[in-house]
T-cell receptor, first 114, second 111 residues
Framework: NAGVTQTPKFQVLKTGQSMTLQCAQD?????MSWYRQDPGMGLRLIHY???????DQGEVPNGYNVSRSTTEDFPLRLLSAAPSQTSVYFC?????????????FGDGTRLSIL | DAKTTQPPSMDCAEGRAANLPCNHS???????VYWYRQIHSQGPQYIIH???NNETNEMASLIITEDRKSSTLILPHATLRDTAVYYC????????????FGKGITLSVRP
C-alpha cells in the first residue's frame, strides 16, 4: 500500500551542488507532477508528465529538470542548487488525463540550500 | 479554471460537525469541486470531490448548491487530528489541467 514515495525526506545542500529528488508510484498512474511549497504560499507546479517520455513545464520550472523514462518514476533534478530553491517539494500522481480522479501526494522532501 | 474563495480560518469543538464553506461563483459546467487537506508538515491529502450531486465517503460529505456556485465540506464528528488547512479546488476533469491550491481555510479543532 505504498502509493507515492518520495526520497529523501530531508536534504541539506550547498549552493551550486546538484541533486535528484526521487518520486515513485506503484498505482500505474499516467500523470505525475512536482510542486514546491514555500511558507505562506500555496503549492506551485514545477513540472508535470502525462506519460512515459512526455514532460512539460508548470508555473515555476526554472532551475529544475525532469525526465520520465518509466511510468513509475519521475525524478526532479536540481543542476546547480540556489538558496531560492529552499522549499518543501511534493510529488503527486493520478490516473489518465480525461477522468476526474484525484491526485495522490507523497509526504514531501524538505530541502535546504545553504 | 474557476477560482475559489474560502474564509481564512474557523474553529469547532471536538466531536461536533465542522462545516467548511467555499464559494466558486464562476464555476463552469464541466468543472469538479475537489477538497484536499494538509496536516502540518505532511503532503496534501485528498478528501472528496463532486460535480453537482452531494457526495459522501468515509471521511466527509460534500454538499454542492443547486446552482453550483458554492459548496460545503462537512466533517461529521471533528477530532483533534482534523486540525489542518483545507483547500477547495475547482478544475475540469483530466489530470492535464492544473490543480491550483489557494491559501485554504485553517480549521482548528478545540478539545
Amino acid at each position: 500500500n505504498a502509493g507515492v514515495t518520495q526520497t529523501p525526506k530531508f536534504q541539506v545542500l550547498k549552493t551550486g551542488q546538484s541533486m535528484t529528488l526521487q518520486c515513485a508510484q506503484d498505482m500505474n498512474h499516467e500523470y505525475m507532477s512536482w510542486y514546491r511549497q514555500d511558507p505562506g504560499m500555496g503549492l506551485r507546479l514545477i513540472h508535470y508528465s502525462v506519460g512515459a517520455g512526455i514532460t512539460d513545464q508548470g508555473e515555476v520550472p526554472n532551475g529544475y529538470n525532469v525526465s520520465r523514462s518509466t511510468t513509475e518514476d519521475f525524478p526532479l533534478r536540481l543542476l546547480s542548487a540556489a538558496p531560492s530553491q529552499t522549499s518543501v517539494y511534493f510529488c503527486a500522481s493520478s490516473r489518465a488525463l480525461w477522468d476526474n480522479q484525484p491526485q495522490h501526494f507523497g509526504d514531501g522532501t524538505r530541502l535546504s540550500i545553504l | 479554471d474557476a477560482k475559489t474563495t474560502q474564509p481564512p480560518s474557523m474553529d469547532c469543538a471536538e466531536g461536533r460537525a465542522a462545516n467548511l464553506p467555499c464559494n466558486h461563483s464562476t464555476i463552469s459546467g464541466n468543472e469538479y469541486v475537489y477538497w484536499y487537506r494538509q496536516i502540518h508538515s505532511q503532503g496534501p491529502q485528498y478528501i472528496i470531490h463532486g460535480l453537482k450531486n452531494n457526495e459522501t465517503n468515509e471521511m466527509a460529505s460534500l454538499i454542492i448548491t443547486e446552482d453550483r456556485k458554492s459548496s460545503t465540506l462537512i466533517l461529521p464528528h471533528a477530532t483533534l487530528r482534523d486540525t489542518a488547512v483545507y483547500y477547495c479546488i475547482v478544475k475540469p476533469p483530466g489530470a492535464n489541467s492544473k490543480l491550483t491550491f489557494g491559501k485554504g481555510i485553517t480549521l482548528s479543532v478545540r478539545p
